[in-house]
């Protein structure tokens, strides 16, 4: 039972960090500009059942080969660090949310979801967490779809219905320093109990791997700017409401 909570807690806070700022959060938001946050959210928990239940399935599955633990574990573990540098990076919609559906709007989030959220950052890292957790599979898919629905409604909450800026850059570089500590334990953990290396090659390996993910790091904040108020999925929305509260007479 300890380990299975572990794992839902772990594989939960991780998609938190994952989803935020992550394409799929700000198409939750842009489609809560169009339907009702309920429904948003109902779409949302169906896509991602289908989709992290197959990344579970997958994650789930490479670990029965018992001669490449190590090096399943050890992508693991560098992939939550690779997370973090994706999350510096961010990610921008698509025109996902512009496409027009016959559907109704939860058949419409789902599919939409389903689709983006394939060969995603929150996808991946349930694989990732899937391999890291192999006998808790249906806890870790418990886990990624709390952290889901915890990471959207938050953004459907601040920035559709309260319609405050969420502070973009600092969330996305509490998330990656996060993963990029995750990432860090997980490596400490393969080169000592499984790589067995001593204390020099393990100081050697980690120091390696610091050099590389600060100097990634580095670039990618460099390059990394603030969204302008325009730019964000629920901007106009936004703006509209504000100004409807202002002038109503004007928009009727």
Not at 43 to 51: D, E, F, R, S
Not at 125 to 133: G, P
Request: net charge positive; charged share 20%.
């Amino acid at each position: 039972m300890y380990t299975s909570l572990i794992a839902y807690l772990f594989a939960g806070g991780a998609v938190v960090l994952a989803e935020m700022g992550d394409k799929t959060q700000l198409l939750a938001m842009a489609f809560a500009t169009k339907y009702k946050a309920s429904k948003v959210l109902i779409g949302v928990l169906i896509a991602t059942t289908l989709n992290h239940a197959l990344a579970v399935a997958v994650g789930n599955y490479i670990t029965r080969f018992d001669s490449a633990q190590i090096w399943i574990q050890g992508l693991a573990s560098l992939s939550f660090v690779f997370f973090g540098l994706w999350t510096i990076r961010g990610d921008k919609l698509d025109g996902e949310e512009n496409k027009i559906s016959k559907y109704g709007p939860i058949v419409t989030v789902s599919i939409a979801f389903f689709i983006a959220e394939m060969g995603d950052k929150t996808q991946l890292a349930t694989i990732a967490l899937a391999a890291k957790f192999p006998l808790e599979p249906v806890w870790v898919l418990l886990g990624t779809l709390t952290g889901m629905m915890i990471a959207d409604a938050i953004g459907i909450i601040i920035g559709v219905v309260m319609c405050k800026r969420i502070p973009e850059r600092t969330v996305k570089l509490v998330s990656a320093g996060a993963f990029i500590v995750f990432g860090f334990i997980g490596s400490y953990q393969v080169l000592k109990e499984q790589m067995m290396l001593d204390t020099r090659g393990i100081i050697v390996c980690l120091m390696l791997l610091l050099v590389v993910t600060a100097g990634s790091a580095y670039y990618l904040i460099r390059k990394d700017h603030n969204k302008a108020e325009r730019e964000r999925p629920a901007g106009a929305y936004c703006e509209l409401k504000r100004v409807s509260a202002d002038q109503p007479e004007k928009l009727r």
